[in-house]
Nanobody, 125 residues
Framework: QVQLMESGGGSVQTGGSLGLSCAAS????????MAWFRQAPGKEREGVAGMGRGGITTYAESVKGRFTISRDIYKNTLNLRLQLITLNTEDTAIYYCAGSAGSLASLSVGSCKDWGQGTQVTVSS
């Protein structure tokens, strides 16, 4: 089973930037798609950005132009990253890294079988 561990969350002011990382240990090519989701208090978990095995990416409309997903592989560990810029208070949430054996086109909360524990991002005005 793949283990995912996020890091890099924190507190910033409106307009600030953060970088999130997710280390996927025991990475295998059974994971075709990796993604970042977030969940704000009282709201459902939502997709933020995803990347398929071929490197194609997708973003939620609310973060396009502000968030960038990327990945690299080092010593059999896949590192999934999310660069967040021009943050606003609506970006405050717990951010989760997730892996799916399905395609990028079918990415959803339900399609992901591997999840990290989450990292808190807080944006204050």
């Amino acid at each position: 089973q793949v283990q995912l561990m996020e890091s890099g969350g924190g507190s910033v002011q409106t307009g600030g930037s953060l970088g999130l990382s997710c280390a996927a240990s025991r990475y295998t090519f059974e994971i075709f798609t990796m993604a970042w989701f977030r969940q704000a208090p009282g709201k459902e978990r939502e997709g933020v950005a995803g990347m398929g095995r071929g490197g194609i990416t997708t973003y939620a409309e609310s973060v396009k132009g502000r968030f960038t997903i990327s990945r690299d592989i080092y010593k059999n560990t896949l590192n999934l990253r999310l660069q967040l810029i021009t943050l606003n208070t609506e970006d405050t949430a717990i951010y989760y890294c997730a892996g799916s054996a399905g395609s990028l086109a079918s990415l959803s909360v339900g399609s992901c079988k591997d999840w990290g524990q989450g990292t808190q991002v807080t944006v204050s005005s």
